[in-house]
């Protein structure tokens, strides 16, 4: 019945699948038995980790893409798509997940990055990629190498929601100023973020990027997921804040149906309930520069 | 005459659903989204976005929507996992009990992952010209019930089908701008 050759990989597919996260919510899980569990709570996918951001913060040294026999045991245990995480400029660490047939790579500023100069060229793969922004510059570069997904970086594995909030707010205000410019200051502003001109003219038009745009990095309670949401996040990532948490089976439902229901704070105030303790959190302000995982990337 | 369509947002590519119909139907229909049940008695016609079936699934469940969607006397328009939930079993996931509206058997991820979803331009019964189809991680149909039409297959089983006022499909007609499957859902509709 096909006509044509079939097209593998290209942008609308990426972006495609991105779009059917939208309202979802992606949980990190290091084992099959969490999958499972994120998936019964409604999750959209899950990121297969070696371990959440909060241990890899304890545990320092180098941290890498996780082993290939814990991807697989995951992406076996569960029909929804599995993402992973590359270390920033890993190319070949992102071709191994591709072989593996992981369903989006995560190329992260979690783990300790490989290159300093260059990001991987998302362009060469057929696997759709997710890349963690602070600003608009930083994500229109990673869409102009070929993201198909933005999150904000936020802080991970602090629990502390504080640095999601200032990179969302930073995204939105700069959408928000681009539509009152002409052109003229556009592309003056382009050249100030350092961003290809064209996305950003597109994004001036649509009003938006011009891809989904999550939020991660420190969401650890229902009202922490709402608050993204009602800031503007497509959906959100949950790492430590599930399964670091007293409770996690309770904790995945109750982010799931708050995301759904973000606007409503009955269904939030009600899912909040006898939730058990959130993930112990950290204060941002006593991280030293080094410690933090957002100057990663640029 | 101005018809009403409202799109399911639970979860998955709601907004473009809601473009897809409000480009299809013009400026005198009116496109809403809906979360409860409440208002869905008012619309002419729904849509089921794409997104992930299970999570979709379970907040149906949770919302109390579950009898209201399949007792819904309007048409439904659904798309890949719009499609696992109208159907009446999943194949190789006994546990899962979607909605049961139309008497199907689905498979889900029937290619393969997401490094297998793919575009392509497929013969369609109804159209004069191929529809350039985006299937992401897309399920097939592997058994159908009596009375309802086939209007485009692959190898691994039926990607467009029609039954009364409803049609599934495994791929994206919302993604890509060609609407005419939107045209022939909203004709039947008498929109």
Redo the contacts between chains.
């Keep these: 019945m096909i006509l044509e050759e079939l097209k593998f990989g290209t942008e609308l597919l990426k972006r495609g699948f991105a779009s059917m996260q939208k309202g979802g919510v992606i949980m990190d899980v290091v084992s099959a038995e969490q999958a499972v569990i994120a998936e019964n709570a409604g999750a959209v996918a899950v990121m297969a980790l070696e371990r959440v951001p909060a241990d890899i913060r304890k545990a320092g040294g180098v941290s890498r893409m996780a082993d290939p026999t814990k991807i697989v045991e995951i992406t076996e245990a569960v029909s929804i798509p599995v993402m992973a995480k590359v270390r920033i400029g890993h190319f070949v660490e992102a071709q191994v997940l591709q072989e593996l047939g992981v369903d989006m790579i995560d190329e992260s500023e979690v783990l300790t990055p490989a290159d300093e100069e260059f990001h991987v060229d998302k362009k060469a793969f057929s696997v759709p990629f997710v890349c963690g922004a602070r600003n608009l510059g930083e994500a229109l570069r990673r869409i102009n190498e070929g993201a198909a997904m933005i999150r904000t970086k936020g802080e991970a594995g602090t629990g502390n929601v504080v640095e999601a909030v200032r990179h969302m707010r930073a995204i939105q205000s700069e959408i928000r100023m681009l539509k009152g410019m002409d052109d003229q200051e556009r592309a003056g502003y382009a050249r100030k973020i350092e961003a290809p001109v064209e996305l950003v003219m597109d994004v001036a038009n649509r009003g938006r990027l011009p891809v989904v745009n999550f939020s991660a990095g420190g969401i650890a309670t229902p009202s922490d997921a709402a608050l993204m949401m009602q800031l503007g996040a497509d959906g959100v990532f949950v790492g430590s804040g599930i399964f670091k948490s007293e409770n996690p089976e309770k904790m995945a439902k109750a982010i799931v149906e708050t995301v759904h229901h973000f606007n409503d704070p009955k269904v939030i105030a009600e899912v909040s309930r006898g939730l058990g303790e959130a993930m112990p959190g950290i204060d941002v302000h006593t991280l030293t520069p080094d410690e933090r995982l957002q100057t990663r990337g640029w | 005459m101005a018809g009403k369509i409202g799109v399911l ?8 659903h809601v473009t897809a119909f409000e480009d299809a139907l013009g400026p005198d229909g009116e496109v809403s989204l809906f ?1 409860d049940a409440s208002d869905i008695k008012l619309f002419d016609g729904i849509a089921l976005p ?3 079936s ?2 979709i699934m ?2 149906i469940q ?1 919302a109390g929507m579950l009898r209201p969607l399949q007792q819904y006397e309007g048409g439904i328009f659904a798309t ?2 719009g499609m696992v939930l109208l159907a009446s079993e999943v194949q190789d ?1 006994s546990l899962f009990e979607p909605l049961g509206v139309m008497d199907m058997t689905v498979k ?2 029937a290619f ?12 369609c019964k109804g159209l004069e010209t ?1 529809f350039h189809a ?1 299937f ?2 897309a399920p097939v149909v592997t058994r159908v019930g009596y009375g309802t039409e086939v209007l ?4 691994q089983g039926y990607v467009a089908i029609r039954h009364g006022l409803h049609m599934a499909f495994s791929f ?1 007609p919302e ?2 701008g060609d609407l005419r499957f939107h045209r022939l859902f909203l004709d039947r509709l008498g929109l």
């Design positions: 947002a639970l979860q998955g590519d709601v907004s473009e979360r794409g997104g992930e299970t999570a379970r907040l949770k890949c996992a996931d889900r991820n393969g992952r997401q490094r297998e979803s793919f575009e392509a331009d497929i013969e191929p985006v992401i991680r485009a297959s692959l190898p994206h993604l890509g």
